[in-house]
């Protein structure tokens, strides 16, 4: 089956830009996830989605970061006039349901470079 | 708060060799506590989860992990490692009792396995 894609897979954009990502996760996973993933720094939590429940926006490093997901399904994460520090790879995941202790599915990840 | 460490930046060990990944955590309630490997160009994949039950898990590729609660640890392990287990591995958690959500992950470890 398909698993959880994401587009672009690259985005070069320049400082000062919006830039928006996008995350098609598993068809029925009603849980999703955005991280960062900078070099050397792991994966850094983002933002949650569970269901029709209010967003965990909690990792968001900025105002300049928002995402959204609508109908339940696809989602976009957007960030507004970009700066060098947010070059990065975005990644999305799904779950079955954000409790439960159900395991995350990744995408391939989008990679941002803000020149 | 949760957070999880994982000491080793990298881990270098002899295929045939038996290999350990650190993982240490602190949450304020129970965790839940996964192991995620990201091979080179690709996306991450779920390798094993404790979640409740037995304290030894069992994974994907010949994988196990022990959960301790009195150290705190979550240590992956290999009896006889293999050229093909080189990647970046990595350790999350989640505090079933924070009322989030919300997963945390290490910075990661990259293990490399020498022929």
């Known amino acids: 089956g398909a698993g959880v894609s994401q587009s672009p897979s690259n985005k070069v954009t320049e400082k000062g830009k919006d830039v928006e990502l996008r995350c098609d996760p598993i068809s029925g996973h009603t849980a999703l996830y955005w991280y960062r993933q900078s070099l050397g720094q792991g994966l850094e939590f983002l933002i949650y989605?569970?269901?029709?429940?209010?967003?965990?926006k909690s990792g968001l490093p900025s105002d300049r970061f928002s995402a959204e997901r609508t109908g339940g399904s696809v989602s976009t994460l957007t960030i507004q006039r970009t700066q060098q520090e947010d070059s990065a790879v975005y990644l999305c995941a799904s779950s079955l349901q954000a409790g439960g202790g159900n395991e995350q599915f990744f995408g391939p990840g989008t990679r941002l470079t803000v020149l | 708060a949760q957070s999880v460490a994982q000491p080793e930046d990298q881990v270098n060990v002899a295929e045939g060799n038996p290999l350990t990944v650190k993982c240490t955590y602190s949450v304020s309630g129970n965790p839940y506590l996964f192991w995620y490997v990201q091979y080179p160009n690709r996306g991450l994949q779920f390798l094993l989860k404790y979640i409740t039950g037995d304290n030894l898990v069992k994974g994907s590729y010949g994988f196990e992990a022990e959960f301790n609660k009195s150290q705190t640890s979550f240590h992956l392990k290999k009896p006889s490692a293999l050229v093909s287990d080189s990647a970046l591995y990595f350790c999350a958690v989640r505090d079933i009792t924070s009322g989030t959500y919300k997963y945390i992950f290490g910075t990661g470890t990259r293990l490399k396995v020498l022929a």
């Open positions: 989605f569970q269901g029709n429940s209010a967003p965990d």
